[in-house]
């Protein structure tokens, strides 16, 4: 047992579940009779989302709809970083959100930090925007997902844990 067991700590999402969400608060938007007439629309880009809608009360509704899709859809609404609604003429209002895909380095210092203190046999080594986690003791290494799953609410993304081996 001298090998070495590994995992990746990342934040990422599927996309696909994301669109569906869309595609499903898009459906509801239209069925729903308090946003009927509201012409709220839901566009899906590569890196953000917005909301567009005739009021900010509009644009909230829709918001709320589309995070409880989301988390229908095991996402975490910590991928959406949403902006300040806006009204952009026509009498009509626009919120973005951007998708937050990747650890900021600020977060990947501060959990890098927090696993060295709690285990010092571990070694956490940052890839990229991921953080990979190396120890000789697999037990260690499930004590590391145990404590970052504890303490997810301290970062500002979502985690998960990929390539265990």
């Given at each position: 047992m001298a090998a070495e067991s590994?995992?990746?700590i990342v934040s990422e999402f599927d996309r696909q579940e994301l669109v569906n969400a869309v595609d499903q608060t898009q459906r509801e938007v239209r069925t729903r009779y308090d946003l009927k007439?509201?012409?709220a629309e839901i566009v899906l880009n590569d890196k953000d989302l917005s909301i567009t809608a005739g009021s900010e009360i509009h644009v909230d509704a829709v918001r709320d709809i589309l995070e409880t899709k989301a988390l229908r859809r095991n996402l975490s609404?910590?991928?959406f970083k949403w902006g300040a609604a806006e009204e952009i003429g026509g009498m009509r209002v626009r919120q973005v959100a951007t998708l937050q895909?990747?650890?900021p380095d600020d977060v990947v210092k501060k959990l890098q930090k927090l696993i060295r203190d709690s285990f010092p046999k571990v070694q956490p080594r940052i890839q990229g925007d991921a953080?990979?986690?190396s120890s000789k003791s697999r037990d260690e290494l499930q004590s590391v997902i145990k404590l970052v799953?504890?303490?997810q609410d301290e970062f500002s993304v979502a985690l998960q844990f990929?390539?265990?081996r």
């Open positions: 590994t995992f990746d007439d509201s012409k609404l910590k991928i895909q990747g650890i953080l990979r986690i799953k504890e303490r990929t390539n265990y």
